[in-house]
């Protein structure tokens, strides 16, 4: 299974580190692994550096709101491609703040896009109506959805699609 592949192109936290969030990311109450691209709700902190993050419900606040993207540092030497990466259970994850203006890219399996959309600039990125931690794709905004930004760019390297937002 293809893990996704982030970029933080123009996000704030790049530049100024008081825009990232280390996380632990819980699912049930437990820790759990979690994908790069994914988008989590910061909650209590555990400890001085750290937050728990959970899945985000459809209508929360992008205030609240992180995109994972740790470097990817694999110490299982059969792994050698980005798309093998996740944030493995109990550790510490790399969060990105968003703020109006940010651009990430992340590859198109890192979203939730409906059969048959074909993906294009200026389509609509929120959070799954459904749950979870993947960001939806859809042509126009759905009702009671956060909305985090819109489509800017398609661009294929190699195998990946990667899809860019603007955060809005």
Known sequence: MAHPIVRTDLMSGTVDGSQ??????YSDGKPAEIENGSVVKLGEMIDRETYKAEAPAKGDGIENLVLIASPELMYDERKQNLDEFTNEVGERARGYR????????????GFAIADGVAVAKGYVVE????????????????????????????????????????VK
Not at 149 to 166: C, L, N, P, Q, R
């Open 98 to 109: 968003f703020h109006k203006g940010d651009i990430a890219s992340v590859t198109a399996d």
């Open 127 to 166: 959070l799954a109506a459904a749950g979870g931690t993947k960001l939806a794709i859809v042509a126009t905004a759905t009702s009671g959805c956060t909305k985090i930004g819109e489509i800017v760019d398609i661009e294929t390297v190699d195998s990946k699609t990667y899809y860019a937002f603007e």
């Open 20 to 25: 990232l969030r280390s996380v632990m990311f």
